[in-house]
């Protein structure tokens, strides 16, 4: 079996059940798990020299929109709140096909890899002009992440009071048939999965009661993960009141969307009952702090719900209301805005960089991942703490969410995704260019 040795760490910040971190380490990756850790470790194949580097686990993204990608920062939608943002994108989204489906997400998963992400989610929740599902599982084929996408679904269109335009959304019935043939096609269960499928209403005002009931008993009978968006913005919370008649954590509650096999994106406006509710069922919150800025949605409560003991993992969420898709820039962005609600002492740069690590295996359901140690999957990322952005730094750890942006080497599953700070499991100069020809496209 291969073997890589990470060999001389300045730092190895293991997130074990101690949050050992380790001075002068090493880190030998056996096939796809990791061996061992500690110092004066050796092999017989490759090294990877590691000094003037803090290595870490691989991050883990648990909310994006990877389409999105090809529709950043467009003009009229930049300034708009949740709702009326979604109208002015919807009808450019209706004119997607598989290759933008397909490029988008290459486009994504490379920004993600780039900036230490070696596990992403994505809810891929409209599918136009034959796109699939399929289209995503590609692309993270080809780049090699550690995958989780959901079949996400839109049921409710203008004419029946939604929001998306008629042409976007499907029929329910056809919807749970393809949640049923991506759960046999492509879920994985097994330990050291590099796809695990899930079931994903869009969001409440978008699918009907009734789906949002049969999502859930679909997904227990496959064995596969229910998320969706919840509780975003004070529009969202008045839409529940008006059309529910209830909080959205009782409408998540009524209809089977609590436990620890559920995970909701963005929980700004999560009461005090609700983040009980949330800690007693194990349900896990995916925390998207750049996008709830952008779009002016508020600060989500991540310090009760941390203190309460709910699962919490970070999200870039998609590229049209971020506009970035780097995960360690949104772990800086999460330890700033509570520090902006609550002050300096409601969390620090290691329990941010917790959350987007370990917090994120936790919400995802996945305890292989996370974490340096023994026999754990090998997701790891080596950050250069070398450059002039770090020069003077005391303390790497702390310092390194705001050190560098991006990762020097990346490796998921005991494969190398990017070295030297540049892909090596895809050409990315020409997916570029070809994401760039798409948007052009998209524009006429
Ligand atoms: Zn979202």
Same mark, same amino acid.
């Given at each position: 079996m291969s073997e890589i040795l990470i060999k001389n760490a300045d730092v190895v910040v293991t997130m074990d059940g101690a949050r050992r971190e380790l001075a002068r380490s090493d880190v030998l990756v056996r096939g796809g798990v990791i061996a061992a850790v500690g110092a004066g470790l050796v092999t017989t194949g490759r090294v990877i020299d590691a000094k003037g580097c803090v290595v870490t686990p691989g991050l883990v993204n648990t909310h994006h929109h990877l389409y999105q990608t090809l529709t950043r920062a467009v003009p009229g939608g930049q300034d708009a709140l949740l709702f009326g943002w979604l109208k002015t994108l919807y009808p450019i989204w209706a004119r997607f096909g598989p290759e933008e489906i397909f490029t988008s997400a290459q486009v994504g998963l490379a920004e993600l890899a780039l900036t230490g992400c070696s596990m992403t989610s994505d809810h891929l929740y409209m599918y136009p002009n034959g796109a699939r599902l399929d289209d995503t599982i590609a692309a993270a084929g080809e780049v090699g992440l550690r995958f989780h996408p959901t079949r996400g679904a839109m049921s409710i269109g203008e004419s029946d009071g939604g929001l998306p335009p008629d042409g976007l959304v499907e029929g329910e019935a056809a919807i749970l048939e393809d949640c049923i043939r991506v759960a046999d096609r492509f879920h994985d269960a097994r330990e050291g999965a590099m796809v695990r499928v899930g079931i994903a209403p869009c969001s409440p005002f978008s699918v009907s009661r009734d789906l949002m009931r049969d999502a859930a008993l679909l997904a227990r009978d496959k064995g596969v993960m229910l998320h969706t968006h919840l509780a975003e913005n004070d529009e969202d919370i008045a839409y529940s009141l008006a059309k529910f008649g209830c909080r959205p954590g009782q409408y998540a509650e009524d209809l089977g969307w609590v436990g620890d096999d559920v995970w909701h994106a963005h929980c700004v406006k999560l009461d005090g009952q609700e983040i009980d509710l949330f800690a007693r069922t194990g349900t896990g919150v995916a925390h998207c702090p750049c996008s709830n800025c952008r779009l002016g949605s508020g600060i989500a409560p991540v310090r009760a719900m941390r203190d309460a003991g709910v /699962?919490?993992?970070?999200?870039?969420?998609?590229?049209?209301? =971020?506009?970035?898709? =780097?995960?360690?820039?949104?772990?800086?962005?999460?330890?700033?805005?509570?520090?902006?609600?609550?002050?300096?002492?409601?969390?620090?740069?290691?329990?941010?960089?917790?959350?987007?690590? @370990?917090?994120?295996?936790?919400? @995802?359901?996945?305890?292989?991942?996370?974490?340096?140690?023994?026999? /754990?999957?090998?997701?790891?990322?080596?950050?250069?703490?070398?450059?002039?952005?770090?020069?003077?730094?005391?303390?790497? $750890?702390?310092?390194?969410?705001?050190?560098?942006?991006? $990762?020097?080497?990346?490796?998921?599953?005991?494969?190398?995704? $990017?070295?030297?700070?540049?892909?090596?499991?895809?050409?990315?100069?020409?997916?570029?260019?070809?994401? =760039?020809?798409?948007?052009?496209? @998209?524009?006429?």
């Amino acid at each position: 079996m291969s073997e890589i040795l990470i060999k001389n760490a300045d730092v190895v910040v293991t997130m074990d059940g101690a949050r050992r971190e380790l001075a002068r380490s090493d880190v030998l990756v056996r096939g796809g798990v990791i061996a061992a850790v500690g110092a004066g470790l050796v092999t017989t194949g490759r090294v990877i020299d590691a000094k003037g580097c803090v290595v870490t686990p691989g991050l883990v993204n648990t909310h994006h929109h990877l389409y999105q990608t090809l529709t950043r920062a467009v003009p009229g939608g930049q300034d708009a709140l949740l709702f009326g943002w979604l109208k002015t994108l919807y009808p450019i989204w209706a004119r997607f096909g598989p290759e933008e489906i397909f490029t988008s997400a290459q486009v994504g998963l490379a920004e993600l890899a780039l900036t230490g992400c070696s596990m992403t989610s994505d809810h891929l929740y409209m599918y136009p002009n034959g796109a699939r599902l399929d289209d995503t599982i590609a692309a993270a084929g080809e780049v090699g992440l550690r995958f989780h996408p959901t079949r996400g679904a839109m049921s409710i269109g203008e004419s029946d009071g939604g929001l998306p335009p008629d042409g976007l959304v499907e029929g329910e019935a056809a919807i749970l048939e393809d949640c049923i043939r991506v759960a046999d096609r492509f879920h994985d269960a097994r330990e050291g999965a590099m796809v695990r499928v899930g079931i994903a209403p869009c969001s409440p005002f978008s699918v009907s009661r009734d789906l949002m009931r049969d999502a859930a008993l679909l997904a227990r009978d496959k064995g596969v993960m229910l998320h969706t968006h919840l509780a975003e913005n004070d529009e969202d919370i008045a839409y529940s009141l008006a059309k529910f008649g209830c909080r959205p954590g009782q409408y998540a509650e009524d209809l089977g969307w609590v436990g620890d096999d559920v995970w909701h994106a963005h929980c700004v406006k999560l009461d005090g009952q609700e983040i009980d509710l949330f800690a007693r069922t194990g349900t896990g919150v995916a925390h998207c702090p750049c996008s709830n800025c952008r779009l002016g949605s508020g600060i989500a409560p991540v310090r009760a719900m941390r203190d309460a003991g709910v /699962k919490v993992g970070l999200g870039v969420d998609g590229s049209a209301s =971020n506009d970035a898709g =780097n995960l360690v820039a949104e772990a800086r962005q999460a330890m700033l805005l509570q520090r902006v609600a609550r002050g300096a002492d409601a969390m620090s740069a290691r329990e941010a960089l917790e959350i987007a690590t @370990l917090g994120g295996a936790q919400v @995802l359901g996945r305890h292989d991942c996370g974490s340096l140690e023994v026999g /754990k999957r090998a997701d790891i990322a080596i950050w250069d703490v070398s450059g002039v952005e770090a020069a003077g730094s005391w303390d790497p $750890v702390a310092f390194l969410l705001a050190g560098p942006m991006r $990762v020097r080497d990346l490796i998921v599953e005991g494969r190398e995704v $990017v070295r030297g700070g540049a892909m090596v499991t895809i050409d990315l100069g020409s997916v570029v260019a070809r994401q =760039n020809q798409l948007a052009r496209r @998209l524009m006429e």
